[in-house]
């Protein structure tokens, strides 16, 4: 399913980006490719797979890594590349009046 220039600046526009006429080619050429590929997915046959509300199968349980204690950054190696700084905290320029 090719999706066409205006299209895609309509989707450009609801996401509230600003492209290039480059990057409308380039997004119409890449989200027509993804539309394919739900086209293609819908030809599949799923009849007798049960429907799904999670990708894990019940009472498969997700692999954690365990917690572990490590050092966290001192200061000075935490600010050590601010290009602004107050004691030990980033000191950030006012925006709220």
């Given at each position: 399913?090719?999706?066409?220039l205006?299209?895609?600046?309509?989707?450009?526009?609801?996401a509230?980006?600003?492209?290039?006429?480059?990057?409308?080619?380039?997004?119409?050429?890449?989200l027509?490719?993804?539309?394919?590929?739900?086209?293609?997915l819908?030809t599949?046959?799923?009849?007798?797979?049960?429907?799904?509300t999670?990708?894990?199968?019940?009472?498969?349980?997700?692999?954690?890594?365990?917690?572990?204690?490590?050092?966290?950054?001192?200061?000075?190696?935490?600010?050590?590349?601010?290009?602004?700084?107050?004691?030990?905290?980033?000191?950030?320029?006012?925006?709220?009046?």
């Amino acid at each position: 399913m090719a999706l066409t220039l205006d299209e895609v600046r309509r989707v450009a526009a609801l996401a509230r980006l600003k492209l290039s006429e480059e990057e409308e080619r380039l997004f119409a050429e890449q989200l027509s490719a993804i539309l394919d590929h739900v086209r293609e997915l819908e030809t599949l046959d799923v009849t007798g797979v049960p429907p799904m509300t999670h990708a894990l199968a019940e009472g498969e349980a997700v692999a954690l890594r365990p917690d572990a204690l490590v050092p966290g950054l001192s200061p000075e190696e935490a600010l050590g590349n601010a290009p602004a700084r107050e004691g030990t905290c980033f000191k950030v320029p006012r925006i709220i009046e």
